[in-house]
């Protein structure tokens, strides 16, 4: 029998080897919530459409990533009757997207083909976790039943979706329905992190006072807060106000670099390596402009591709999505 880890990637991968636990590791590397994420029905296409992005992103040659990710599916794949997959993702808007990307491909198995599927209680993150502390998650591990399965392809096709109706739906029902917001909370629910990972997600929509994604607005509070910041600082100060960092530094200098370089700049260099808010920037905070109007927007939030003629935003007091103005 062939006892198959699951985590996100390779520091996480790296910590759960050097535990001892028995079996073969698989690092699910991707970062679902930047850039195009289409449907999967066509597992070529979309490889090829991430690894475009990815290596725009500056992870690697386009064909090199195609590959990693070939070599990834097929190791679930391989998986059958027997075998035990067991998922290791920990509670951020990163892992639990691929979280419900591999419970997607695993609930599209026929029954009699599909392997046992556990998931380890992770109320925590995996890459900084010593050994010892492994194999009591492993211990602890939950089934993944039929209703889970269910959830995750739901909200891999509600994420991959051309519009966001799915999604927020699929949210505002999990976030009613799951009480135990940690698995610590309910030693029954085997999902608990999800609700709040997908609203997060929604949350990166333009919001209806400025049309600034949340963690556009963080930045620029936080530049507004201090005067000026290293890139450096401001990625920990961005970091501070979420539940749980999920931002790489990749990402994070991307979003600055589009709001540096819009036709009406958000941020501007300052003395040395240090950033500033501009005017515009101030402007945006007191709700007295709009940055989809005046730089307009040009952005995938999964399946959903936001234009100015074509976009929705986040209403923070209601908590929902709202269709955007052209």
Do not use: K
Request: glycine share 8%.
């Amino acid at each position: 029998m062939l006892t198959l880890h699951v985590t996100n990637g390779d520091v996480a991968a790296g910590a759960l080897a050097r535990s001892g636990l028995p079996g073969d590791i698989v690092s699910w590397r991707d970062v679902l919530h930047d850039g195009p994420v289409p449907p999967d029905d066509d597992l070529a296409a979309f490889h090829r459409t991430r690894a475009n992005f990815l290596a725009a992103r500056g992870a690697g040659p386009a064909e090199g990533i195609v590959t990693d990710f070939a070599e990834r599916d097929a190791r679930l794949a391989d998986a059958g009757v027997g075998d035990e997959v067991v998922l290791w993702f920990e509670p951020d808007l990163y892992d639990q997207l691929q979280l419900v990307q591999v419970l997607a491909r695993l609930g599209r198995l026929p029954d009699e083909a599909r392997p046992r599927i556990t998931i380890a209680p992770a109320d925590c993150f995996l890459g900084p976790m010593a050994p010892d502390r492994f194999p009591p998650l492993f211990a602890a591990r939950r089934p993944v039943d039929a209703d889970d399965l269910a959830i995750g392809v739901s909200a891999w096709r509600a994420f991959t979706a051309a519009t966001p109706d799915a999604l927020t739906a699929l949210t505002g029902r999990l976030a009613g329905v799951v009480h135990g917001r940690s698995y610590l909370a309910d030693d029954t629910v085997q999902l608990p992190h999800l609700a709040a990972a997908l609203r997060r997600q929604l949350e990166e929509y333009p919001d209806v006072a400025a049309g600034l994604s949340r963690t556009m607005r963080q930045i620029c509070e936080a530049l507004d807060a201090a005067g000026a910041l290293t890139p450096q600082r401001l990625f920990a100060a961005n970091q501070a106000t979420e539940s749980w960092m999920w931002l790489g530094d990749t990402n994070f200098t991307a979003m600055l670099d589009e709001l540096m370089r819009g036709a009406t700049p958000v941020i501007a260099r300052a003395t040395g390596s240090r950033v500033h808010l501009t005017d515009f920037g101030r402007a945006l905070l007191r709700g007295d402009a709009d940055l989809v109007r005046a730089n307009g927007l040009d952005r995938w939030i999964g399946g959903v591709h936001c234009t100015v003629s074509r976009h929705w935003r986040w209403d923070t007091g209601a908590h929902r999505l709202v269709p955007g103005e052209g």
